[in-house]
């Protein structure tokens, strides 16, 4: 899987837009971009993924350039809920399972 | 309504004793898996279950015994615990085979053998 580079952390003021960008620059061509976040001492949640193409959800927006090497994960209002640590990661769609790697993340705070 | 549940939460207990963890989706999902967390950041894939039958058991010692008795449960048996079981493990369940990426996952039971 290809590796991602993400800011440690972010502030992001209640009610507006959370911007979370990701750096993929090594990505492959069968590779989706995957969102994850992990609120403390809970598991991790699915927000996202998307292949090449700017993809919306319930949750969250993602934009990804058009070259692939990066993405922005979008959450339109933010709200107390969402402060979580919020990770990228690029792997193919799978069956069955695999292993889920995680880098860093990025520590969303979401200030009232 | 909590989608994936875990019990226990936490479970502390001696080398060599015999424990279970239960796990239950209410998401109609025909999909469970069973991960640990061995570090922070790294889920190992344990076990995968579509619809009641075993499809994937990764190289993980024979003491850990999943069990499925329906669709919507899949426990977690393991015997003879030793030091090195110790750790976050997750139960999750996907639609299907092919959206194990798009788990959802349960809240984790932290697992401490002394």
């Known amino acids: 899987d290809a590796k991602t580079t993400q800011p440690p952390s972010m502030d992001c003021a209640e009610g507006r837009a959370a911007n979370l960008p990701c750096n993929h620059s090594?990505?492959?061509?069968?590779?989706?971009v995957y969102w994850y976040r992990q609120i403390h001492s809970q598991g991790p949640q699915y927000i996202i993924h998307?292949?090449?193409n700017n993809e919306t959800n319930e949750m969250a927006s993602l934009i990804i350039t058009e070259d692939r090497k990066s993405s922005t994960l979008i959450l339109p209002h933010a709200t107390l809920r969402d402060t979580a640590v919020y990770y990228c990661?690029?792997?193919?769609?799978?069956?069955?399972?695999?292993?889920?790697?995680f880098g860093p993340g990025t520590r969303l705070s979401v200030l009232p | 309504d909590t989608a994936v549940s875990q019990t226990p939460k936490y479970l502390v207990t001696q080398m060599g004793n015999d424990k279970s963890i239960k796990c239950e989706q209410n998401?109609?999902?025909?999909?469970m898996y069973w991960y640990k967390q061995d570090s922070k950041k790294f889920l190992k894939i344990m076990f995968s279950?579509?619809?009641?039958?075993?499809?994937i058991n990764e190289t993980v010692p024979n003491r850990f015994s999943p069990k499925s008795p329906d669709k919507a449960h899949l426990n977690l048996h393991i015997n003879s615990l030793e030091l090195g079981d110790s750790a976050v493990y997750f139960c999750?369940?996907?639609?299907?085979?092919?959206?194990?990426?798009?788990?959802?996952f349960g809240p984790g039971t932290r697992l401490t053998v002394l």
């Open positions: 090594t990505i492959s061509g069968n590779e989706y």
């Open positions: 279950y579509n619809n009641k039958e075993l499809i």
């Open positions: 998307g292949l090449k």
């Open positions: 998401l109609g999902h025909d999909t």
């Open positions: 999750a369940s996907s639609q299907d085979l092919g959206r194990a990426a798009r788990s959802f």
């Open positions: 990661i690029v792997r193919v769609e799978d069956n069955y399972g695999q292993n889920f790697v």
